[in-house]
């Protein structure tokens, strides 16, 4: 039995920026960012993979508040379950190819996953998460008071639809996970982070109409399936301090001690790295061996430890 890992994929390593974001071009872009999943299944892991879905949501509450006329609009919670059996099909149907053509027989399933949140997460209360299309100043009182929506404004940007973000507690389908992944089956979850539910005093579960962060959910998943390692795919090739600056140091290793550190003390904002960060030291916390961090184009190399940056426990 091999170790287990968890691939992150982000949703612009399928929607790529400055691209149309077109079907043809979203599958052309998975395709390139299986190559490692194909490599680690070459090296005997058993893989599990997630996914971003950040363009695509933005696309699809387009598509939402332009035929609401026509149609009754879809909330957020159903939106992120179409995505994740949407792009979990465009996943799985490219790595099968992928497999197919090196003479590798191995199994792949989409598991629509929902996540376990706390009903009274303060992001429920002071959303901050912007989602969907802009709107124009005039605009937001009337979007306020007819559906009932936050707006705030992006700065520089216009004025957009903020949700809340509840950090993820637990995977709800964990256990159907480990049992396919125990079986060797390849396994796409958590899609866009998945879809946030709580837990009623009965025992119902009952939707969060917002979104998870897909790398700290993909944290709670390998945890939860008692994954060794995590691999997050992002757009550079090494995590760096004093980012953008005259002074930016690349890391090719980190501890669990010095990531700690390093994102305490700014290093790591909220809109970037910082998420991936507080990911990987969740994992290592909570008994995860190794996170790598690599851009898509390097992650094959990251697996020599040629390109990306590699974070331990100690």
């Known amino acids: 039995?091999?170790?287990?890992?968890?691939?992150?994929?982000?949703?612009?390593?399928?929607?790529?920026?400055?691209?149309?974001?077109?079907?043809?071009?979203q599958f052309d872009n998975t395709r390139?960012?299986?190559?490692?999943?194909?490599?680690?299944?070459?090296?005997?892991?058993?893989?599990v993979i997630t996914h971003?879905?950040?363009?695509?949501?933005?696309?699809?509450?387009?598509?939402?508040?332009?035929?609401?006329?026509?149609?009754?609009?879809?909330?957020?919670?159903?939106?992120?379950?179409?995505?994740?059996?949407?792009?979990?099909?465009?996943?799985?149907?490219?790595?099968?190819?992928?497999?197919?053509?090196?003479?590798?027989?191995?199994?792949?399933?989409?598991?629509?996953?929902?996540?376990?949140?706390?009903?009274?997460?303060?992001?429920?209360?002071?959303p901050t998460k912007f989602v969907g299309p802009f709107y124009k100043k005039e605009q937001v009182k009337d979007l306020e008071t007819k559906r009932r929506w936050i707006i705030k404004e992006d700065p520089g940007r216009g004025f957009r639809r903020v949700v809340p973000s509840p950090i993820p507690k637990e995977i709800v389908e964990k256990n159907i996970i480990k049992l396919l992944v125990d079986q060797d089956i390849i396994v796409i979850a958590a899609g866009g982070g998945g879809i946030p539910v709580y837990r009623e005093e009965s025992g119902w579960l009952e939707g969060v109409d917002g979104v998870i962060d897909k790398d700290l959910a993909s944290a709670v998943l390998a945890r939860d399936i008692n994954a060794e390692?995590?691999?997050?795919?992002?757009?550079?090739?090494?995590v760096a301090i004093n980012y953008n600056k005259?002074?930016?140091?690349?890391?090719?290793?980190?501890?669990?001690k010095e990531a700690k550190y390093h994102l305490e003390n700014g290093q790591f904002p909220?809109?970037?790295?910082?998420?991936?960060?507080?990911?990987?030291?969740?994992?290592?916390?909570?008994?995860?061996?190794?996170?790598?961090?690599?851009?898509i184009e390097n992650a094959v190399d990251a697996l020599v430890n040629n390109s990306g940056t590699i974070i331990t426990p100690n």
């Open 1 to 25: 039995m091999g170790k287990t890992v968890v691939v992150a994929l982000g949703g612009n390593a399928i929607t790529r920026e400055f691209e149309e974001g077109n079907i043809a071009q």
């Open 32 to 47: 390139r960012s299986l190559l490692c999943v194909v490599q680690y299944i070459r090296q005997g892991y058993r893989v």
């Open 52 to 126: 971003g879905n950040g363009p695509q949501i933005g696309n699809a509450l387009i598509r939402v508040e332009e035929t609401r006329h026509l149609v009754p609009p879809l909330p957020l919670g159903i939106i992120v379950a179409d995505l994740e059996g949407g792009m979990g099909y465009m996943i799985e149907q490219c790595l099968q190819n992928k497999l197919n053509d090196r003479g590798l027989s191995r199994p792949v399933v989409t598991v629509l996953t929902q996540i376990l949140v706390d009903k009274d997460d303060p992001s429920i209360l002071n």
């Open 229 to 238: 390692e995590l691999l997050i795919l992002t757009g550079v090739d090494r």
């Open 246 to 256: 005259e002074n930016q140091q690349d890391l090719a290793t980190l501890n669990l």
């Open 270 to 295: 909220k809109g970037s790295m910082g998420p991936k960060i507080q990911a990987a030291i969740n994992f290592l916390e909570q008994g995860g061996e190794k996170v790598t961090i690599a851009s």
